[in-house]
């Protein structure tokens, strides 16, 4: 899963691919680099981040989406916590929503239901605007984490939104210390109890930065080292801003773990 942040305030490439033709092409690498999804994105999450209006996220994500699927036939994923976005993506041709509150906001179960879409429900703690303001639980992350997937899994359930339309993401750096990040990622096979295909995102993040002391431009080597990990511990869909090195790191882990090519 390609990263493309259409947003002037991402944490990493913050404004690179506001313009749509900037998009487009960033968009077209990825999948030439072998991206089997794009993810659009017109809301930061990045901790600190304040949320944008219904109105700037639709003008930033909708006309992207609809040129991604008209000009590169591309499997989009939209980014958005937002009811009105989830329908006006569907309605241009997204094929998957990613929903960093887990379809918590008002809504936006129902929207997402109405979409007929997959969607992709995430853990957090907190809003990004505070989330990283000293984060703690009272039980081990994982069980922490896998609780309250579990949770939204069963009110989408109950609500009609069916199980073989569902992800699970465990939201690496949402609300989470590099403790927890890094235990979490440890003991990832826990979310197997989930019986739902997982998604992981830590392409970039601080918790590469915090242990390797490295500014975000220099993180590809330690993201390709949580990549090969991430896949082992049976993740299936690696949301990454690097594609083709991390298609590499995947084919390679895979390789090993299938002992041949």
Known sequence: MGILNVTPDSFSDGG?????DDALRHAERMLAEGAAIIDVGGESTRPGADEVSTQQELDRVAPVVEALVRELDAL???DTSCPEVMRESAALGAGMINDVRALEREGA??????????VCLMH????PRDMQHSPRYDVPIEEAVVDYLAERVAVCEAAGLR?????VDP???FGKTVEHNLRLLNRLERLAALELPLLVGMSRKS??????????EERLPGGLALTALAVERGARILRVHDVAPSVDAVNMTWAVLKEGC
């Open 16 to 20: 690179r691919h506001v313009a749509l």
């Open 76 to 78: 989009v994923s939209v």
């Open 109 to 118: 179960l129902a929207a997402a239901i109405g979409t007929g879409l997959p």
């Open 124 to 127: 957090r703690q907190g809003e």
């Open 163 to 167: 199980r073989e339309r569902l992800l």
């Open 171 to 173: 939201g690496f750096g």
């Open 207 to 216: 918790m590469i930065g915090k242990v390797l002391e490295r500014p975000v």
